[in-house]
């Protein structure tokens, strides 16, 4: 009995990995049959001006928004202070791509907050509206197992051609809705420099998107949290304040005043 039920938990999991690998496998089919044909969003999905002026055309493009109750500015700075380290499946994922690809683990110490450790990683600002988007970017060769991403100025970014490499965008965006709800958007774009290039990321977005898109859509649960979190604090602070006699505009008008004298 106890062999017969051991060789039924061997069949089921074989039967797993089967699944997943092939449906894996037809995912990465699929990726690759439609990498160079993106959709453009429509205006309701929030075309994205700014992601425009640096890059109009591109080879693949992924956007991911989610409803969050919140006001944009705190959406937004959630956002910005993140920390990817506090999902498992995330690390599981970059875990997975160092295993996979044979990279070197990053010993550098690096901050944990989202804006300010991709910075330190290489990637540059190209152009923000603060409290609102963040729009970034880097020329870099992702095929690499230790990949490394370069900055470079607005003006530059946008005509830079160099053979065997591959332009990225991102942006993180926050739209109101309301007083007290917001939008959270992210939208990756990307374009190759040349057709050896090209063939080279195609192969590599067909194999590792799965694990990217996944990643994306887990940050997404992790930006929701923190600014609806936040957004909860936020009334009970202003309450606090005013049981101690000190009003939030009181308090600010107090600074005003300090600042003139």
Do not use: N
Request: hydrophobic share 45%.
């Amino acid at each position: 009995m106890r062999l017969t039920r051991c060789v039924s938990i061997v069949r089921w999991l074989a039967g797993g990995v089967g699944l997943a690998a092939a449906s894996y496998a037809a995912y990465a089919g699929l990726t690759w049959s439609r990498y160079g044909h993106p959709r453009r969003p429509s205006a309701a999905e929030g075309a994205d001006a700014l992601l425009d002026r640096f890059m109009p055309d591109y080879e693949v493009a992924e956007r991911h928004p989610i409803l969050v109750a919140a006001p944009a500015d705190v959406t937004f700075a959630a956002a910005a202070d993140m920390d990817l380290q506090d999902s498992r499946i995330i690390r599981a994922i970059f875990r997975a791509r160092e295993v996979i690809m044979g990279a070197r683990p990053d010993a550098a110490a690096r901050p944990r907050s989202f804006l300010a450790q991709v910075k330190s990683l290489g990637w540059g600002v190209l152009a923000e509206v603060p409290g609102r988007e963040v729009v970034m970017g880097a020329v870099t060769q992702p095929w690499k197992a230790d990949v490394v991403f370069h900055a470079l100025p607005p003006e530059e970014f946008a005509r830079f051609d160099e053979p065997g490499f591959v332009k990225i965008v991102w942006t993180l965006r926050a739209d109101p809705i309301g007083a007290g709800e917001s939008v959270f958007r992210t939208e990756t774009r990307v374009v190759t420099t040349d057709p050896g290039a090209r063939e080279k990321f195609r192969r590599y977005w067909a194999l590792a998107s799965p694990g990217i898109l996944l990643i994306r859509r887990v940050s997404l649960g992790l930006v929701k949290t923190e600014a609806e979190r936040r957004a909860r604090q936020a009334p009970e602070s202003h309450r606090a304040a005013r049981l101690a006699g000190h009003s939030p505009a009181a308090t600010r008008q107090a600074a005003s005043s300090t600042r003139r004298t």
